[in-house]
């Protein structure tokens, strides 16, 4: 089993439309989380950082459950220009070190 | 004023070959990484060093050898390339100091390495 995993999608989105997906984890020791955004054939950036209560970042919500080892994002009134892959990202402290895992990404494409 | 840059872009060669790829950041982090991002786009880290200092080492075949010669560049050669290394190859830095894993990281544009 991988240690992040997402549902790959396309998730097709009409225009200002709203989508959600979640991120699972594997390792109950999971220390930080983050969504990162990847547009095709460019670097991954980041998007926002996932806190325990849930944050809000303009259109983008993020919440973490931490009982079911689980990351959600949400986005509103989607734009054309959210058409991208979001990558899950989770760091565990095995060490000294923690290690960011990437999961493969959700595309989204959102449509006029 | 490029944050992350990396060298080549574009990478193709022949099997058998050896190459190295570029890494170069100006944003005063301590630590920069290494990830293959194979087919399947998932982004899988290879090396990691801190302040020059190699820190994670995944399990990589021993013909990929990673140099630090400063905090501000890590370099990646490839020994005897073979087809399955053909995949994009993103260095990426950020400023570790004692967030632990929390702070965020900075992508160059990615090596696109085609191995024939």
């Known amino acids: 089993r991988k240690e992040v995993e997402q549902d790959p999608g396309p998730f097709n989105v009409p225009e200002g439309a709203t989508v959600a997906f979640n991120c699972t984890y594997s390792?109950?020791?999971?220390?930080?989380f983050f969504w990162y955004r990847q547009d095709c054939r460019k670097e991954p950036k980041l998007l926002m950082s996932?806190?325990?209560s849930g944050n809000e970042d303009g259109r983008f919500t993020a919440q973490l459950n931490r009982a079911s080892q689980y990351i959600s994002l949400l986005i509103r009134d989607s734009k054309l220009s959210d058409s991208a892959t979001y990558l899950c990202?989770?760091?565990?402290?095995?060490?000294?070190?923690?290690?960011?895992?990437f999961g493969a990404g959700t595309q989204v494409v959102v449509t006029p | 004023d490029t944050a992350v840059s990396q060298t080549p872009k574009y990478l193709v060669t022949q099997m058998g070959n050896d190459k190295s790829i570029k890494c170069e950041q100006n944003?005063?982090?301590?630590?920069m990484y290494w990830y293959k991002q194979d087919s399947k786009k998932f982004l899988k880290i290879m090396f990691s060093?801190?302040?020059?200092?190699?820190?994670i080492n995944e399990t990589v075949p021993n013909r990929f050898s990673p140099k630090s010669p400063d905090k501000a560049h890590l370099n990646l050669h490839i020994n005897s390339l073979e087809l399955g290394d053909s995949a994009v190859y993103f260095c990426?830095?950020?400023?570790?100091?004692?967030?632990?894993?929390?702070?965020?990281?900075?992508f160059g544009p990615g090596t696109r390495l085609l191995v024939l």
């Open positions: 990426a830095s950020s400023h570790r100091g004692t967030s632990g894993g929390r702070e965020t990281q900075y």
């Open positions: 390792n109950s020791a999971s220390q930080s």
């Open positions: 996932v806190y325990s």
């Open positions: 990202v989770v760091t565990q402290r095995t060490d000294s070190w923690g290690k960011f895992q």
């Open positions: 944003l005063g982090h301590d630590t």
């Open positions: 060093y801190n302040n020059k200092e190699l820190i």
